[in-house]
């Protein structure tokens, strides 16, 4: 009977794709309200609506190689941060009155990645899936990644772990094969 309860746990939670799709769901549940919270007057303000008519343009992604995240004028600024920036401006292109909302469901997105990648990052490591799924459902609900959810200039932390934890994995995969298109 304990075996049948076993296998049934792996057959729910564990099989193929089932760990993302928990991951998403139960990520998702616990930051569903922050879709509906409005800017803080940190950077929220200046970055995804103080910077809207710059961010909706396009043709502003190159612009961001070229000056701070703060659009400081004559090089000044030292908060270089263009992929950030191409983030508000993926944002922005679905209208001023979204833009908002877009910021939250980035931050979302970016975060379900990052745990993901976690998850992903702990199996290259060889521990259990089950232990796997565990701590990387921990870092996704844990209070103190809340920030990179609910604040909005706070998905810097999810898109370094979005780079981040998949480097790692292809640098296992390299020490492993020893192949350079790892």
């Known amino acids: 009977m304990e075996n049948n309860k076993e296998n049934e ?43 809207y008519q710059f961010n909706r343009n396009l043709s502003n992604i190159f612009s961001s190689f070229g000056e701070d995240i703060f659009r400081t004028p004559y090089g000044g600024g030292s908060f270089y941060r263009p992929i950030l920036r191409w983030t508000f401006i ?55 990644t809340a920030q990179t959810v609910a604040f909005i200039a706070g998905r810097n932390d999810s898109l370094l772990a979005v780079f981040v934890f998949p480097c790692l994995i292809f640098f296992l995969d390299f020490l492993e094969t020893k192949r350079i298109k790892h």
Do not use: C, R
């Not at 990520?27 to 919270?37: A, D, I, P, R």
């Not at 944002?91 to 990645?113: K, R, T, W």
């Not at 089950?130 to 990387?136: H, I």
């Open 9 to 51: 746990f792996k057959k729910i939670f564990l099989e193929k794709w089932h760990p993302f799709f928990w991951i998403a769901v139960i990520v998702s549940l616990v930051y569903f309200s922050t879709f509906f919270f409005n800017i803080v007057y940190l950077d929220d303000n200046v970055l995804a609506v103080g910077q």
């Open 90 to 144: 993926f944002d922005a292109q679905f209208g001023e009155g979204a833009v908002i909302f877009m910021s939250h469901f980035s931050n979302l997105i970016l975060h379900i990645l990052s745990v993901t990648f976690l998850f992903l990052l702990l199996l290259k490591l060889n521990i259990k899936k089950e232990l796997a799924l565990l701590l990387s459902l921990i870092f996704g609900i844990h209070p103190l």
